[in-house]
Structures are given as structure tokens and as C-alpha cells.
């Protein structure tokens, strides 16, 4: 029988994610239900997140992890690679809701992505859809990642660095035509600007930032997407 408590959950969950264009099936909030319970039993032991209440987590990691799934449909991505991943942000939820994206998770900390390895498993997303792995490497370090070299239609992350210092350590993983993603804050626009300052993106090479806000479900805030396309040729 599910909880009261459980069940409040997902309905935030659901309702959540409808106002993101995301329709949650039971297998969705089963997975959802079972990474919360598994990311706050490992945070006691190894420091995935500050957030520990199952409610907060919930809105400002899963819900926001969700923020860029409207773009990324109408993207046509089909292969996503996540930088600084952590405890599966914004990665994870994304290829709960969206099976058929492959989602390559990268971290340099070990113990996190032992984490990441054990959730992908618990939830089964490393079994049939497009599959969903994780790495324990630094993304600077290129022969560990030769694989992955412009493979990827779209390079995210939330919370990992300055947008200059992303779109450095992105560029070596985009495919031509592919777009780099940030989830970003209030001082976006700094960070815009810094990057034009810094000569990191060349005009000839990426297309100017687009700037993107989506509400956050139930949190009177912004998440603000920055999206550059990788220009081919």
C-alpha cells in the first residue's frame, strides 16, 4: 500500500512536471520515488546534495532538473552528455522522462559517480531505451573520454562552472550542429558577458546565447537556460 507521504509526492511530482509539458506515468513516479529514497540513504554516507528534506528535493532538484525538456524535444536530441553530474542532475531525471535519449553522466568525484552507477541500475535504465551510463573522469582529461569526442547532439550542466569554463570544457564533446545547454541562475547575464569577453565562443564556431526562462514549479524563481548551437563547417 503506498503512503500518504508517498503519494503527496508524487502528486507534486506530477502536477509539477505537467506545468514543464512532462506527462508522468506510474513507472515515472515509481523511478522518481525510488532515486529520492536512494539519493537521501547515500547523502547520509557521501555528500551528493545539501538538500535533504524529500520535499525540496523534489521541486529544486528533480522538478528543475526537468526545466530543459520542453527545449530539448523540440531540439530533436537524441544523445545527451551531462558535465559535473554530481547526483544525477540534471541527466537522471531526464532520461526517466524521456526513454529513448541516450544520457552519458560525467564526474570527477568517484564516489558520486558510484552513486549515479548504482541508481541507473536500481531504476533499470541501463536496460533497453537508449541506455544511461556514468564516467568518473575530469571532462579536460580527453584521452580518458576519446570516445565521446563531437558525439553528442547536446552537452549540459547545472551548476557546474562559469558558462565560459563550460562551453571549454563542452566544445570537445559536441557534434557540429549540436547545441551546448546551461541551467543557470540570476547572474546569467553576467556570465554571458564574461563569455563574450573571454573569446571563448567565436562567433564563426557558436551561434550567439539564447537565453530561455522557465518558472520553476512551486518555487518563486527562474531557471534560465542558455543554449548555443555548435555551427557546422
Avoid at 512551486?218 to 537556460?225: A, W, Y
Wanted: hydrophobic share 45%.
Amino acid at each position: 500500500m503506498v503512503s500518504m507521504k508517498v503519494k503527496g509526492l508524487e502528486e507534486l511530482l506530477r502536477e509539477g512536471a505537467l506545468s514543464l509539458g512532462v506527462t508522468l506515468d506510474t513507472v515515472a513516479l515509481e523511478r522518481f520515488t525510488l532515486y529520492l529514497s536512494e539519493l537521501l540513504a547515500w547523502n547520509k554516507k557521501i555528500n551528493l546534495t545539501a538538500i535533504r528534506e524529500e520535499r525540496e528535493v523534489v521541486i529544486k532538484h528533480f522538478l528543475d532538473s526537468l526545466t530543459p525538456y520542453a527545449t530539448l524535444r523540440a531540439l530533436s536530441v537524441k544523445s545527451l552528455l551531462d558535465i559535473g553530474a554530481g547526483g544525477g542532475f540534471p541527466g537522471l531525471p531526464l532520461s526517466i522522462v524521456t526513454p529513448d535519449l541516450e544520457v552519458v553522466l560525467v564526474d570527477s568525484v568517484e564516489k558520486k559517480v558510484l552513486f549515479m552507477r548504482h541508481i541507473i541500475r536500481r531504476l533499470g535504465l541501463d536496460k533497453g531505451g537508449a541506455g544511461v551510463s556514468a564516467v568518473a573522469a575530469r571532462v579536460e582529461a580527453h584521452e580518458e573520454l576519446a570516445q565521446y569526442a563531437g558525439r553528442f547532439d547536446c552537452v549540459t550542466s547545472r551548476a557546474f562552472a562559469s558558462l565560459a569554463d563550460f562551453v571549454t570544457a563542452a566544445d570537445y564533446f559536441c557534434r557540429p550542429g549540436g547545441h551546448l545547454l546551461a541551467l543557470k541562475g540570476p547572474k546569467y547575464a553576467e556570465e554571458i558577458e564574461a563569455l563574450a569577453q573571454s573569446g571563448v565562443a567565436e562567433p564563426g564556431r557558436y551561434s550567439a546565447p539564447e537565453v530561455i526562462n522557465i518558472s520553476t514549479p512551486f518555487l518563486d524563481r527562474v531557471t534560465t537556460l542558455v543554449l548555443m548551437r555548435k555551427l557546422e563547417g
